[in-house]
């Protein structure tokens, strides 16, 4: 029933109270025109037509309830949206059709550099750079043609001249009205990002003005395996010109006999196994292969698993590893050449100590016996200084190599032949040293030194130590020791007894490596004999004391 006594929709409509009436007059003038029938009330007592009433009472207090508490929530909802569209980071702007606006909010007068009331009925186009005007225009012209958002960055121009790179975000909307159209704009000050695109764009072209300049050859490729960068000392290594490479797979790089593994070797390195002077052949456009040293990183993105890109840098060694052949052949032929000198050599000794006997017996005169000797002795020299020559000529043939110390000195005192004297090996296993095969005989010959011109020697012993880096390597008796005059003169050809050519070799074996043997004993207190190891030419394996 309650329900029946609402506001007809055509009393919502009649419109407002007229200015000097009564709402009473104005009532009756409405229920006059409604075509609403009211209910009959004939026949109904005075008490059922106050409660009637009084039903209808509560339902208008109801009703104005709902509509305040309707109206409190608008009212909240409005303030919520000024406070957002007052106080945005960003500028907004309302224009009509004609670029003219009509609102603009806090950000939006800051940005353009003038207080509200001056902007509003101002046209936006003076706000524009002279040289962007016409791009404005089309811009604007094609968000009054549309029904989605626009973007477009423009050069603004403050009330004061100073001018800002600015993007715009603009739409179309529609009025209730036929005719109104009102376009709402965010403009952001992209000033900052400018500024860092920029410095992008510098810091890109000075990093390929870089690469472009470097003397390694350099190649850069992507998941796919996928030429995207390579700079001209690349072109120089391939003959090849960068619309030829880029966006081509490696493997038009590799000779074809080699591709299965130089390809093995380039999946490595996606995942993230950098390549340290890996030596990899390259396929020259002419057909010619260049042997190249290969250093290699992989770039991986924010999840630290997504390969970017791998870039390598190359070192073109094909003409060394040509000079290494050909030296390895130089000295098969000096060595071969060597060898028979010295056999033809040795043979013209024994036939000179043969006749030299036989003229002995020839000739037995005592006052010739001490010249008999003489050249016997000689000859014997002669003899142990080509032997020597024979170990000296295999310096340097073979690579240098990893080499347990402890080891070394182990095989180097079974050789040697001590007698009654004490000897420690006290190295670490574990400790190697980077050196030519011939260390051993380093070793051997520090112990046998000792051993044949220690004097009252009664112990040898092997310790090493740590020093800023270097390993020393130390080999120190309790003999006689060596003279302070003649410390240095030790390690010259052809100084001591026998051919003087122990420590010299021994310092030349060590010298291929960079390695460096001293004599630092105190006079009259033993010999001891420090080989000093540079950093990265010795490394500890850790195992075993």
Known sequence: MAAEKKMAPEQKDAGTTSPGRSLRDEAEERLARSRKISPTLKGQTPDELIHELQVHQIELEMQAEELQRAHLALEESRDKYLDLYEFAPLGYLMLNDEAIIADVNLAGATLLGLPRSRLERARFRKFVAPQDSEAWDRYFMRVLQHEKKLTSTLMLTREDGTRFPARLESIRLTGKNEGTTTVRVAISD?????????????????????????????????????????????????????????????????????????????????????????????????GSVRTVLWNSATLFGEDHTTVIATIAQGQDITDRK??????????????????????????????????????????????LLSFFTGIMNASARITAMIQFTKEYENIGVLAPFWQDISTLVDTAVKEAHLGSIGFANMLSFGTEVFADPL?????????????????????????????????LIICEDDGDGVPAEVKERIFERGFGKNTGLGLFLAREILAITGITITENSVPGKGARFEIAVPKGMWRMMGAKE
């Open 322 to 367: 040509r000079v290494e052949v050909a030296l390895r052949e130089t000295n098969k032929k000096l060595n071969l050449l060597s060898s028979i000198t010295r056999h033809d050599i040795n043979n013209q000794l024994m036939a000179i100590n043969g006749f030299l006997e036989l003229l002995h017996g020839k000739v037995p005169d005592p006052a």
């Open 439 to 471: 260390i051993a005989k380093v070793f051997y010959n520090l112990i046998d030194n000792a051993v044949r011109h220690g004097g009252k020697i009664t112990f040898i012993r092997f310790t090493s130590k740590d020093q800023n880096g270097t390993r």
């Open 190 to 286: 992209i000033t900052d990002i400018r500024q860092a695109e920029n410095a992008l764009e510098e810091t890109n072209e000075y990093l390929n003005n870089l690469l472009d300049c470097a003397n390694a050859p350099i190649i850069v490729w992507d998941s796919s395996l996928r030429i995207t960068r390579f700079n001209h000392a690349f072109e120089y290594l391939t003959g090849r010109v960068e619309q030829e490479v880029i966006g081509q797979p490696l493997e038009i790089l590799v000779p074809a006999l080699t591709r299965g593994s130089v390809l093995n070797q380039v999946h490595k390195t996606q995942s993230g196994e950098h390549w340290e002077s890996v030596e990899l052949p390259i396929l020259h456009v002419d």
